[in-house]
């Protein structure tokens, strides 16, 4: 665990954790998804199975804690940023959080960190210095409208 300051740590998730994150991640697109199908596709698409198998494989998930209650939760995959959430929406712990992660991708030896952002996570991305690469598409695997961004690590 590493403490980036006297209310905030991050940690490596491991596969003990693959339920709690699954949990959160489809409660946070419950929430915050209107489209039914779409929440059903990113559901299935996020059981804890399915999250236990990610990390047994190329993903590392990363936990933001604040005073030891999860607020944040960011998945990498090579260089490329999945499942950024905010459990505690406002706490202005992003951008430590997305920092550290971004360390851990420059560590790797890569220069540009890629993501798809969904509409709403647009405008909070592009504050974070993320810079949309292409033009948006029909993500098929959730039916919704994806935006390519990427942010230089240089």
């Known amino acids: 665990m590493i403490t980036l300051n006297s ?3 991050v940690r490596l998730a491991t596969t ?12 946070n697109i419950k929430a915050n998804v209107v ?17 236990h198998e990610k990390i047994l494989g190329s993903y590392q998930y990363y936990l933001c804690q604040i005073d030891g209650e999860v ?11 999945h ?10 712990y992003a951008r430590p959080l997305l920092e550290y992660v971004l360390d851990k991708i420059r560590i790797k ?3 540009t960190c890629l993501l798809n952002a969904a509409f709403n996570a647009v ?10 690469s292409r033009p948006s598409y029909q993500n098929k695997r959730y039916g919704l409208e994806s ?3 990427q942010r230089k690590l240089i």
């Open 7 to 9: 209310r905030l740590t």
């Open 16 to 27: 003990r954790d693959a339920y709690r994150i699954g949990e959160t991640l489809v409660d």
């Open 35 to 51: 489209d039914n199908t779409v929440s059903q596709r990113f559901v299935e698409a996020h059981t804890p199975k399915s999250i």
């Open 71 to 81: 607020a944040y939760i960011a998945a990498l995959n090579v260089n490329r940023l």
């Open 83 to 92: 499942n950024f959430f905010a459990v505690r929406p406002g706490s202005g």
């Open 109 to 111: 030896g890569f220069q």
């Open 123 to 132: 405008p909070i991305f592009k504050r974070l210095q993320f810079v949309q």
């Open 147 to 149: 935006f390519p961004m």
